[in-house]
C-alpha cells in the first residue's frame, strides 16, 4: 500500500439461483483467491447471496433467514481475509425489504448500503419486491451488532491514507444524479458498484463507457462486480462484464460470458492529487455522511497495473497517427493565427537537418499552406558552424528545397571567431563559452534576417529541453513564435516519422527517414573524423526517461521515491536501476534549476495535458529550492 497503490479485485461467482448456503461457499471461494492477489478492496455482485433472479421468492421468509444466515457465513469464512469486502443481499430494515450491499473486514459487517434506483421498467420490475433506500436508515441487529444501514456511510481506512471507499448498485450508476457523486464529493475515492445487468446486443460498450466516465467526472476508482452465468436465463443471460476503472482509464475488464475475477492496481495518491489539483473539483464535504473505520495490514502492494515507457506516445498504432495529425494541426494552427495577426511577410527557420528544427520547418510549410501563401515567404536558413556535419547539412538542404522554401545560407565561423578576439577567448578552449557563442550568433543571424524580410522568427526548441534547460540563453531558448515548445522529444520523433510516412514526397521522406536515423546533437563540438561527436543523450540522459521522470512529476505530482519505483517497473530490462536513479538525480537539478530560462519563454501552442508555459501550466518561482527533492533521491537505492 505505500506510495498510494492498493490492490482491488472484482469477481462473479457462479451461483446457484435461491440456494444462499451453495453460494456462499461460492462466494467465500472467490474471496480467498481475490485474497492470494492480495487485493484490499473486493467487490462481488448484485444480490449474489441469493441471485438476483430470484423474482416472487424474494417474498419468501426462507429465502431471507437462509440470506442472512449465508452472510453470517460469509463473515466467518473471511476473519483471516485482510481486505473490505462488499457482498450484494435482500436485507429486511423497517418492515420493508432493502436490496444491498453488506460491507465486511475481517469476519465483522460494518454497515449496509441500500439500493436507491430501483429499474421497473423493460425487463426490470424491482419496486414489485424492494424499496428504495435512503441517506440514514438507522441500524439493524446482525450477529449481535448494530450496523448502520444507510445510502450515506463512508468507509475509511485508518493506515492507508486516501483510501476512502462507497458503494452504490447497479441502476445507481445509470440515473443522472447518481449516488456515487455525493459519495466522491464526500471524499470517497473508491465506488464500488454491485451490478445484475443483463446482456444485450452492444450493452456492454455502453456500460463500459459508464463506468471508464464516471470513474473520470469523479476523479475516482470505479469498481464495477456484475452477475454472470448461474442466473436463471428465463428471460435474461447475464454476462459477467466485471470492470476496474480509474480517473476514465479501464484497468482491467473480464472476457463477457466468463465468470472472472478481475484484480488490478489503484492509485489512491494520484487520484487525492488529481482532486487538489482540479480547482473545480470541490473540498470532501461529509457533515452529512457515516464514517465508518476499518485497517488494513500494511504491505508494500505487488505492482499489477501497467506504466507505459512513452506515457506522451500512444501505442496503438492508428491512434498514434490520429495524434500526430491531430498535434501537427494543432502547431500549424497556432503558427497561422500569428501570422495572420501580424501581418508578417514571411517566417524565418534555422535549420540544422536536427529533428527539432526539421519538426518545425514542417508546421511551417502546413501553416503556409493553410493561410494560401507561397513556401517562398519561408526563409530557411542554414548556418553551418564548427559541428556541422555532411550529413546535417545535406539533410538541411535537401528538406529546404523539397518543401520549397527560400533557401538561405549564413556561415558562422568567421563571425564566431571575431566575436573570440573581441572577447578575448581561445578558440581552442571548447567551453561553454565556445559553444553558447555559436548559439547566439544564429540567433541574431535568424532575429535580423526577419527583420528583412518583414517576418519573425520560429523557434525549434521542444519541451524536453525545455524542462532540462538545455538551451543557450537568449540562443536558441529565444524566437518570436515556439511551435514545439509542448512537445516533448520522444514525440517530435513520431512526428517527424508520420510526417514522412504520410509524405507524397519520395525525396523528402527519404531524407526526414535519414533525420530520424541521425543521432541528437547541438553540433557546436568539432566532428570526429567527419562525424558527429557532441550527442546530446550522453550528456543529459537518454530523453525517453526524461520525458517519462517529466510526466510523472507534472502530470501526475509524484515525489521522487514514487517516480523512481514505477520508473523501474517501465523500463525493466532497458535500464539499470543504477542508470535510472542517475539521470533522475539529473533531471530534477536541471528542472529546478533552470526555471529561469522558461520564466521567459516566447508563446508557443499547448499540444498536450504536459506544458512549461509560463504563462499557463508551470507557476513555478526561478528561485525554487530543490533541496527536498534531492534528499529523496539520495534515500533511494539501486
Not at 512513452?310 to 500569428?338: H, M, T, W, Y
Amino acid at each position: 500500500m505505500k506510495d498510494g497503490f492498493i490492490t482491488v479485485a472484482a469477481a462473479t461467482p457462479q451461483v446457484a439461483v435461491a440456494d444462499c448456503e451453495a453460494n456462499a461457499q461460492a462466494i467465500l471461494a472467490c474471496i480467498n483467491e481475490m485474497a492470494e492477489a492480495h487485493a484490499k478492496v473486493m467487490v462481488l455482485p448484485e444480490l449474489c447471496i441469493t441471485g438476483y433472479t430470484c423474482s416472487d421468492l424474494f417474498w419468501q421468509t426462507k429465502l431471507l433467514d437462509e440470506a442472512e444466515a449465508a452472510l453470517s457465513v460469509i463473515a466467518e469464512g473471511s476473519r483471516q481475509v485482510d481486505a473490505l469486502i462488499t457482498v450484494g443481499m435482500p436485507l429486511r430494515v423497517a418492515g420493508k425489504l432493502l436490496n444491498v450491499a453488506a460491507i465486511l473486514c475481517r469476519g465483522k459487517v460494518l454497515g449496509f448500503v441500500p439500493k436507491v434506483n430501483l429499474p421497473a421498467y423493460n425487463e426490470f420490475y424491482e419496486t414489485r419486491h424492494f424499496a428504495s433506500g435512503s441517506a440514514d436508515m438507522g441500524t439493524v441487529q446482525f450477529d449481535g451488532e448494530e450496523v448502520p444501514v444507510g445510502t450515506n456511510l463512508l468507509f475509511s481506512c485508518e493506515n492507508v491514507a486516501d483510501l476512502c471507499v462507497a458503494a452504490e448498485i447497479c441502476e445507481d450508476l445509470w440515473v443522472p444524479n447518481p449516488p456515487s457523486v455525493h459519495h466522491a464529493l464526500a471524499g470517497a475515492s473508491v465506488i464500488c458498484n454491485l451490478s445484475a445487468s443483463d446482456e444485450m446486443v452492444g450493452k456492454g460498450g455502453y456500460r463500459r463507457d459508464l463506468v471508464a466516465g464516471q470513474s473520470a467526472r469523479l476523479v475516482c476508482a470505479y469498481l464495477y462486480a456484475t452477475a454472470g452465468e448461474g442466473e436463471s436465463t428465463t428471460d435474461l443471460v447475464f454476462g459477467g462484464q466485471n470492470l476496474i476503472a480509474e480517473n476514465g482509464t479501464v484497468l482491467a475488464e473480464s472476457a463477457t460470458f466468463e465468470n472472472e475475477i478481475n484484480v488490478a492496481t489503484i492509485d489512491v495518491q494520484r487520484l487525492a492529487s488529481e482532486r487538489r489539483r482540479m480547482s473545480t473539483f470541490p473540498a470532501a464535504e461529509s457533515k452529512e455522511y457515516r464514517e465508518i473505520s476499518f485497517a488494513l495490514v500494511e504491505e508494500e502492494t505487488k505492482l499489477a497495473r501497467f506504466f507505459d515507457a512513452d506515457p506522451f506516445v500512444p501505442s496503438n498504432a492508428d491512434q498514434l497517427s490520429d495524434r500526430c495529425e491531430e498535434i501537427l494541426n494543432i502547431q500549424a494552427l497556432g503558427l497561422k493565427k500569428r501570422l495572420a495577426h501580424t501581418h508578417a511577410k514571411s517566417a524565418v527557420v534555422g535549420i540544422s537537418g536536427g529533428l527539432d528544427s526539421t519538426l518545425a520547418l514542417l508546421v511551417t510549410a502546413r501553416a503556409f499552406d493553410m493561410l494560401g501563401l507561397s513556401r517562398k515567404g519561408i526563409v530557411a536558413v542554414t548556418m553551418p558552424g564548427f559541428g556541422t556535419t555532411d550529413r546535417t547539412y545535406n539533410n538541411a538542404v535537401a528538406m529546404i528545397k523539397s518543401l520549397g522554401a527560400t533557401f538561405k545560407e549564413v556561415p558562422i565561423a568567421k563571425a564566431v571567431m571575431q566575436h573570440f578576439a573581441d572577447i578575448d577567448h581561445d578558440a581552442s578552449i571548447h567551453d561553454v563559452t565556445y559553444e553558447n557563442s555559436q548559439a547566439r550568433e544564429r540567433t541574431q543571424i535568424l532575429m535580423d534576417i526577419a527583420n528583412q524580410a518583414n517576418g519573425f522568427v520560429i523557434g525549434t526548441g521542444d519541451l524536453s529541453e525545455l524542462a532540462l534547460g538545455w538551451a543557450t540563453y537568449n540562443g536558441d531558448h529565444m524566437s518570436m513564435y515556439a511551435v514545439n515548445a509542448s512537445v516533448p522529444k520522444t514525440l517530435v520523433r513520431h512526428l517527424v516519422r508520420h510526417y514522412a510516412d504520410t509524405s507524397a514526397d519520395e525525396v523528402l521522406a527519404g531524407v526526414l527517414y535519414d533525420v530520424l536515423d541521425t543521432p541528437v546533437s547541438p553540433e557546436l563540438l568539432p566532428p570526429e573524423d567527419g562525424a558527429i561527436s557532441q550527442k546530446t543523450e550522453d550528456l543529459v540522459g537518454p530523453y525517453e526517461l526524461h520525458d517519462f521522470f517529466l510526466y510523472q512529476m507534472l502530470r501526475m505530482c509524484f515525489p521522487p521515491a514514487k517516480i523512481y519505483r514505477v520508473a523501474k517497473e517501465a523500463f525493466a530490462g532497458r535500464y539499470s536501476n543504477e542508470t535510472i536513479l542517475k539521470w533522475l538525480r539529473t533531471f530534477y537539478w536541471r528542472f529546478f534549476s533552470q526555471q529561469f530560462k522558461r520564466s521567459c519563454l516566447p508563446d508557443g501552442p499547448k499540444v498536450g495535458s504536459v506544458a512549461v508555459s509560463p504563462r499557463g501550466d508551470l507557476r513555478m518561482p526561478s528561485d525554487a529550492c530543490v533541496s527536498a527533492w534531492i534528499k529523496e533521491v539520495e534515500t533511494l537505492q539501486p
